[in-house]
């Protein structure tokens, strides 16, 4: 039998889900924390790494998400009360952002508000950041709204963009921002 105190934290990735896994790994002494992993794409690599981590995995596609509703029941059912994306690129639609006011958070790779919005993902935002010369890039976390990038910073946190920088160098500069602050920032929306 469970304890009555589980929370329940939906992981919403698309992607390679290296920050979905190290938010499970930073929570691995929490037993009262349940991790479920929401993807809408077969094949991702994050698939994978939850068999790995033993973790749960709800497949959605497109209706599910923006017609049928289906995504919030299975929200439901699994009793989840906060809602991270991890490399997740469909915009969330308005009746999910109003059944979690304020418990649905995303991570991007950059300083909103700039180099965000549709399409600006993965090594696209990268590449726009070297593009424009910038001498600092980061991370910004933040509360979903219904639209993209747009909701209230809870944190950001910065780098350098040094001279003769590739996308992925940078991107790996980034990523090592988020693994050390999104989980702490998860832990933080718990209390
Ligand atoms: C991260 O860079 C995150 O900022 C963005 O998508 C990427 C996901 O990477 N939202 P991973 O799948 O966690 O490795």
Redesign the pocket.
Known sequence: MHPTNLTTIALF?S??????ENIVRYFAHRPDLRFVVFCNKPGA??VERAARLGLPVVMFDRDSLYETGKVLDYLRAHEVSLVV????LWLVPAALVQAYPQRIV????ALLPKFGGKGM??DRVHRAVLAAGEAESG?TIHYVNEHYDEGQVIVQARCPVLPGDTPEAL?AR??AL?YAHYPRVVESLLE
């Open positions: 990735a992607g390679s889900g290296s920050n979905a690599g994050v994306l991890a490399g997740f995303n991570i991007h790779p993902y993965g991370i991107a980034v990523h988020e």
